[in-house]
Structures are given as structure tokens and as C-alpha cells.
């Protein structure tokens, strides 16, 4: 298993800012991945995190909009650019399970609101 | 692309068996996954198939049948802990562990 921890657990935030989201996680991962959740909605995959490499954005989301660092195969960071309200969500980081490949494992996620 | 349904919200009484169906449609398919979310918390997984059948893990069987696109997760002998909304996933990459999810079924169990 893989215990992820997520700074902050919430914000709220105004209008045309940023927000960058921290995720730890307790042993070495080669892929991490952010979500995208609305309250009682389905989990959207935004990107995929590979150390070493440029994250990879799924269809809608942007590199400009939704900057991600990964420094090292413990930790990465997703940036919320330039916020709207329809940026308001839950955002969560997993990582996919040491010896069990098809399982993810997912941090607590970040509450965001955009006023 | 990717497309998966799932029912929007099933109800059933404690100790009943409940079965939450998931069909797919996707560009690549290596295997179904289910995931477990209680409110205010992060998914939890379930079960994994990547092979025609079914996985059993306690009160909870999975069921996967890839030539109909199809799959179910079957949770026996409900109890009120298990009133939460529950995700099946596909798995569409064969190197890496990447995974697209469902609508999500919300399992209401009632006494």
C-alpha cells in the first residue's frame, strides 16, 4: 500500500489566482496521477506524472492551466492557474500500488472553491 | 474516447445482495477495476479483472465479460457501511497503471 498525503486539505480562493497543490507520498512511485472531482460527480484524470519527464494532459486540460512538477518519485505538485469558479472541485493525487500494478491508491484530496 | 455507465444510484436493505452493472466503450481495454467512496472521502479500491470471470474477495465479487464490454461489481449480505458511491474504472494503458472512471453509483443501504 502507499499512504499520500495532500497540502492543503482546502482553500478557497479569488478570482484570478493560483493555487499550487502538494502531494507526498510515503514511497517511491514512477507514475503519479491528478483528478478532477465535482461533489457527487465522477473522478476526470487531468494528467499523469512521470519523474524526469513532461506530464502528459489528457484531452481538455492544459500545461499553461494546469502546471505539474514532479522533482523526485515521492512528490509532485499540480498548480491550479488563473482560477475561475469553474475550477472549483476536489483535486486528488494517486499513485498506482508497488507490486500491485492494477490498484491505485488515492490521497485525501484538496477542496478548492474559486470566488 | 472513452465512455462507461453505470446506474446513477441503486437502494437496498441490510443483508440483501445488490449487483451495480458497467458497460464500456474505450479505444483500448487492458482491464475493469471497482472502487469504493464513502462521502467526504478518497476511492478505495475494490477489485481488479483483467480476464473474463469472476473475482471474489469476501462479501464482494467482481465480473468482467470483455466481449460484451461489460462488467459488475456484487456486494452480498449489505450492511449500512456500505452505503457509498461505488466507480468501476477502465484500465487502457498496457505499460502503466492509467485508468478512466465511471459516473459512479451511489448504493444506498437502508435497514
Keep these: 500500500s502507499a499512504v499520500i498525503s495532500q497540502k492543503p486539505s482546502r482553500d478557497i480562493c479569488q478570482r484570478g489566482t493560483s493555487l499550487t497543490i502538494q502531494c507526498q507520498v510515503d514511497s517511491q512511485v514512477t507514475m503519479m496521477f491528478w483528478y478532477r472531482q465535482q461533489p457527487g460527480q465522477s473522478l476526470t484524470l487531468i494528467a499523469t506524472a512521470n519523474q524526469g519527464s513532461e506530464a502528459t494532459y489528457e484531452s481538455g486540460f492544459v500545461i499553461d492551466k494546469f502546471p505539474i512538477s514532479r522533482p523526485n518519485l515521492t512528490f509532485s505538485t499540480l498548480t491550479v492557474s488563473n482560477m475561475s469558479p469553474e475550477d472549483s472541485s476536489i483535486y486528488l493525487c494517486s499513485v498506482e500500488g508497488a507490486g500491485s500494478y492494477n490498484e491505485q491508491f488515492f490521497g485525501p484530496g484538496t477542496r478548492l472553491t474559486v470566488l | ?111
Excluded at chain 2, 465479487?61 to 456500505?82: A, I, N, P, T, V
Aim: aromatic fraction near 16%.
Design chain 2, 1 to 111: 474516447g472513452q465512455s462507461l455507465e453505470q446506474p446513477s444510484e441503486v437502494t437496498a436493505v441490510e443483508g440483501a445482495i445488490v449487483q451495480i452493472n458497467c458497460t464500456y466503450q474505450t479505444s483500448g481495454f487492458y482491464g475493469l477495476s471497482w472502487y469504493q467512496q464513502h462521502d467526504g472521502g478518497a476511492p478505495t479500491f475494490l477489485s481488479y479483472n483483467a480476464l473474463d470471470g469472476l473475482e471474489e474477495t469476501g462479501r464482494f465479487s467482481s465480473f468482467l465479460s470483455r466481449s460484451d464490454s461489460y462488467g459488475y461489481l456484487l456486494l452480498q449480505e449489505l450492511q449500512m457501511k456500505d452505503s457509498a458511491s461505488y466507480f468501476c474504472a477502465v484500465r487502457v494503458s498496457y505499460n502503466f497503471n492509467k485508468f478512466y472512471f465511471g459516473s459512479g453509483t451511489k448504493l444506498n443501504v437502508k435497514p
